[in-house]
């Protein structure tokens, strides 16, 4: 299979996955819940539906982990809006002690309308959701589906960007792994993604969701070529105003996660890197890694197979 093409990770290493996540959760359990002040945590979702797929988040246990922020006394933000709150609190000096979260929904299925954006309207959350513009123009598929999914369509799309508390923002052209593109193709994964939601949305896109979370120190300078504000990972961590603004850590919510792995995610005990993680992001993105020499950034375990 071509490096470029993103697949879904084998069962064996998702369900190994679950194990070690459930594992480090009860570990630390009895940690403190943090106050946060200053730092800015990421979530990632794809779907929100009772459909059996990886990427999708049953829709009471969404429901139940909103709530848990809302308790918590969370503010819960779209992406761009998260981050700037946190920068303005630095350069105007204050510590107000905000909690902040950033909220995303990659890929843009059309279950994240019809299930998630009831729960945002109720508690009064907003998101970002990075879509994959030619998917949604029809002109390429979401490789990793033998049936993909519905996506949301422009119509759609134009109607809820401002108009409700979902904000979108581009996820690249195909959703190929960029790391394997020639400088030209990604230029234009990057720009014509770009410029084809801002002829929909009729705004500036600034925000930029790196395809399976795999960028370089290439993929990095060229997104903000192209204009970028802000580019999230998926790597886990909070972030804080002084963090890589084309960087930034973002904390990935599974299917699998029962309330205690959720909540450990937020206090923090999946911040640190997945035993093995290393050895198996070389051993399935290695070759077009090293192939240019820059470091790979992401937190793919489990998730995507090229």
Request: contains cysteine.
């Amino acid at each position: 299979m071509p490096r470029e093409t993103l697949r879904f990770s084998p069962a064996y290493v998702r369900r190994a996955k679950a194990f070690i996540t459930h594992a480090r959760s009860v570990r630390s359990a009895a940690r403190a819940d943090p106050v946060d002040a200053g730092a800015l945590r990421i979530l990632c979702y794809h779907r929100v539906g009772n459909e059996h797929d990886p990427l999708t988040v049953r829709v009471r246990r969404f429901r139940v982990q909103m709530n848990a922020l809302a308790e918590r006394g969370f503010r819960v933000l779209d992406v761009r809006t998260a981050w700037r709150r946190l920068t303005a609190q630095r350069e105007a000096g204050a510590q107000t002690g905000e909690r902040l979260i950033g909220l995303t929904f990659d890929d843009g299925y059309e279950d994240v309308a019809e299930n998630a954006l009831p729960v945002l309207e109720e508690l009064g959350f907003s998101a970002t959701v990075f879509v994959v513009t030619g998917a949604v123009d029809g002109h390429t598929r979401l490789t990793w589906y033998d049936r993909q999914p519905a996506l949301l369509d422009w119509t759609e799309i134009e109607d809820l960007d401002g108009n409700s508390p979902l904000s979108f923002e581009p996820h690249s052209r195909t959703h190929r792994n960029l790391l394997a593109l020639p400088d030209d193709v990604l230029r234009a994964e990057l720009s014509g993604s770009k410029a084809t939601l801002e002829s929909h949305v009729g705004r500036p896109a600034r925000v930029f969701s790196y395809p399976g979370g795999l960028f370089g120190d290439r993929e990095r300078r060229l997104v903000a070529d192209a204009g970028f504000e802000v580019a999230v990972t998926c790597r886990p961590g909070t972030n804080n105003a002084g963090s890589d603004r084309l960087a930034l850590n973002r904390t990935m919510v599974e299917r699998s996660d029962h309330m205690l792995d959720f909540l450990a995610k937020i206090r923090g005990g999946h911040d640190a890197e997945l035993p093995l993680r290393a050895p198996y992001l070389r051993l399935r993105y290695g070759r077009a890694h090293r192939s240019r020499g820059r470091p790979l950034a992401p937190d793919l375990i489990g998730r995507f197979q090229s």
